[in-house]
């Protein structure tokens, strides 16, 4: 049973920092892409950042290119997202995904849970 579960959502300032977690298990992820969504209220999901399991270089949505970092741990089985420079507009719950092909083209087959992320003004 595949199990993405995030960690290390909260309130924060603008202009401050928070680092998400996605604990993933249940299968090999190995060739995967790994990545992160986000859903604000009364919106639609949207893609934020992703990153292949074995190798690859990360790609970013342009509204947080220079902001957000993806990065991944393959001895844990963790993909992190080091999120800097936040604004009101970040705020949204972030899923953990994994995709078999490009997430920003073809979506997940798997999500997470979700975390919350509220950044205040």
């Known amino acids: 049973q595949v199990q993405l579960v995030e960690s290390g959502g909260g309130l924060v300032q603008a202009g401050g920092s928070l680092r998400l977690s996605c604990a993933a298990s249940g299968r090999t992820f190995s060739g995967y892409a790994m990545g992160w969504f986000r859903q604000a209220p009364g919106k639609e999901r949207e893609f934020v950042a992703q990153?292949?399991?074995?190798?690859?270089?990360?790609y970013y949505a342009d509204s947080v290119k220079g902001r957000f970092a993806i990065s991944r741990d393959n001895a844990k089985n963790t993909v992190y997202l080091q999120m800097n420079s936040l604004k009101p507009d970040d705020t949204a719950v972030y899923y953990c995904?994994?995709?078999?092909?490009?997430?920003?083209?073809?979506?997940?087959?798997?999500w997470g849970q979700g975390t919350q992320v509220i950044v205040s003004s």
């Open positions: 990153i292949r399991w074995s190798a690859g270089l990360p």
């Open positions: 995904a994994a995709g078999v092909s490009s997430l920003v083209q073809n979506g997940a087959d798997y």
